[in-house]
């Protein structure tokens, strides 16, 4: 048996809508040398059924099974059953480009690296479109060179990419020589595992090609419900402060950890779906979370985006109902500035569109011209050759000749 190259984890919870197009993708992917560990987390639906039907066809497939407890277990007991040089932790419900197990394989190897990071994207899965993204990887965080580390990028080293597992490819001896595990919560149990992997690691590379799409306005996945689970992200946030703070080198990477940590606040909020959990979140950021991160004696020089800062200020002496209309409001002026400066933008791009199809119109009818042109002066020289050949212009040439010398010597 040929040595296994990635293992790749798929913790699956009633996906059998999206568990065929997710398989294909994993199995038709050009690295032959894969094992892909599905682990069924109490799934209620048909998704078990539909991986004993792919195992039939493909015997790569595992499929390991255990009582619900959320895809932060999942992965771990995955992890466990990994052979696989690489470890990749893959969702049941996203989509992969054919050969992205191929890039990321081939840079890591290349680099000798730890993690490989590559880019991805988002897909509407109501609009059933691709939504550009780069929140997966920040190119212009990146150090100049390949291959880094902490030590390259302390400002930047959590910022450069977000928590998500499935668009690192991590050396499967480097996260069991850590003990890096998942925590075993319902929500951003990736939190924990992601931040410590980039800190603890000696060798991270990267490849900017987009090679996986995050399939998002699912009112299925964990994200869609987010208010069944209110401290959630807030208490992976605090878990991972507490174990990282004790290593020496937490000082150089602070800042990038507490704006990582701050953003990850917001965008807890940004997804409850009740008031009444956004409420209860928001109270606990400002009235214990800005405090227990040493957020609240960060200066505006700190806070990497102004308006992060501004909200934390706001926050501090605004209500949650009060807040979140003010912000609404400020989306709205936003989107509509974002409408006018899009409709400015398709404006000049149809001008300048209608240009270019004038150059080429005139450049067209100049070809036009210029083929005529050759074609008058291929006339014209076949008439002055016809006329040099005729016996006139010879006989002429002769009797000019004694004229001609005799101009010559004068």
């Known amino acids: 048996m040929e040595a296994i190259k990635v293992s790749v984890v798929v913790p699956v919870y009633n996906v059998d809508e999206f568990l065929d197009n997710t398989l294909s993708d994993i199995t038709g992917q050009t690295l032959r040398e894969i094992e892909i560990i599905c682990v069924d987390d109490g799934s209620t639906d048909n998704s078990c059924k539909i991986i004993e039907e792919w195992m039939e066809k493909d015997s790569r497939i595992q499929l390991i099974r255990q009582k619900n407890q959320y895809a932060g277990v999942a992965r771990n007991n995955g992890l466990k059953q990994a052979h696989g040089k690489y470890v990749i932790f893959w969702d049941a419900d996203d989509l992969f480009e054919h050969n992205a197990l191929e890039v990321m394989y081939a840079q890591a190897e290349q680099e000798n690296s730890d993690i490989c990071i590559c880019e991805a994207r988002k897909y509407d899965n109501a609009k059933e479109k691709y939504i550009p ?121 602070r800042f990038s950890f507490l704006n990582r940590a701050l953003s990850g606040f917001y965008h807890a909020l940004n997804i409850q779906t009740t008031f009444e959990s956004y409420e209860k979140l928001y109270r606990k950021i400002v009235e214990e979370g800005f405090h227990e991160f040493g957020l609240d004696e960060c200066t505006e020089e700190n806070i990497y985006a102004v308006w992060m800062y501004k909200d934390m200020q706001k926050m501090y002496e605004t209500e949650p109902a009060d807040f979140l209309v003010q912000k609404s409001i400020t989306r709205r002026v936003n989107n509509e500035n974002n409408n006018v400066r899009r409709k400015i933008l398709r404006e000049k791009n149809a001008a300048l569109r209608e240009n270019v199809k004038e150059l080429k119109e005139d450049k067209k009818a100049l070809q036009s011209d210029r083929k005529k042109l050759q074609e008058e002066k291929k006339k014209l020289q076949k008439e002055i050759d016809n006329i040099k050949q005729s016996k006139a212009y010879r006989l002429g040439n002769k009797l000019l000749w004694l004229p001609r010398k005799v101009v010559k010597r004068g």
Not at 141 to 158: A, C, R, W
Not at 236 to 251: C, R
């Open 133 to 253: 993204s780069d929140a997966y990887l920040k190119e212009d965080l990146l150090p100049g060179k390949q291959t880094f580390n902490k030590f390259d990028v302390p400002d930047y080293i959590f910022n450069l990419t977000n928590n998500v597992p499935w668009n690192k490819l991590y050396l499967r001896e480097f996260i069991t020589k850590n003990n890096l595990e998942y925590q075993a919560i319902k929500q951003a149990n990736d939190t924990y595992f992601t931040i410590m992997a980039l800190f603890l690691a000696e060798r991270i590379t990267y490849v900017k090609d987009v090679l996986i799409a995050y399939r998002v306005n699912n009112d299925e996945s964990l994200s869609g419900k987010a208010s069944d689970t209110v401290f959630c992200a807030y208490d992976s946030w605090l878990y991972a402060k507490e174990h990282i703070e004790k290593y020496p080198d937490f000082n150089l990477v």
